[in-house]
Nanobody, 120 residues
Framework: QVQLVESGGGLVQPGGSLRLSCAAS????????INWYRQAPGKQRDLVAA???????NYADSVKGRFTISRDNAKNSVYLQMNSLKPEDTAVYYC??????????????WGQGTQVTVSS
């Protein structure tokens, strides 16, 4: 079975930085597009950033210029570097990936989430 595990969340002051990581493990054949989503209490889960297997990226307007998504295919990992953090960035952040496993089954996978709190 394939699993995604996020890490790197925490409490940071406005203007600070944080780096989130998401590692995939299991019987992986290929990882396609990987996404970072976030969800604040009482709000829907929104797409923050995405990166394709070829390295192309896309960002929500609210984070463009402040966040950077990257991936290390050799480590089956994806990262989200968050700079100039604002209180509105406070949310649980989830990684999501479309993965083909060792028996050629394509599925969407979600990590368990990591809390990011931006506050003075």
């Amino acid at each position: 079975q394939v699993q995604l595990v996020e890490s790197g969340g925490g409490l940071v002051q406005p203007g600070g930085s944080l780096r989130l990581s998401c590692a995939a493990s299991g019987s992986i054949f290929s990882i396609y597009t990987i996404n970072w989503y976030r969800q604040a209490p009482g709000k829907q889960r929104d797409l923050v950033a995405a990166i394709t297997s070829g390295g192309s990226t896309n960002y929500a307007d609210s984070v463009k210029g402040r966040f950077t998504i990257s991936r290390d295919n050799a480590k089956n990992s994806v990262y989200l570097q968050m700079n100039s953090l604002k209180p509105e960035d406070t949310a649980v952040y989830y990684c999501n990936a479309r993965i083909r496993d060792s028996v050629a089954t394509m599925r969407n996978y979600w990590g368990q989430g990591t809390q990011v709190t931006v506050s003075s």
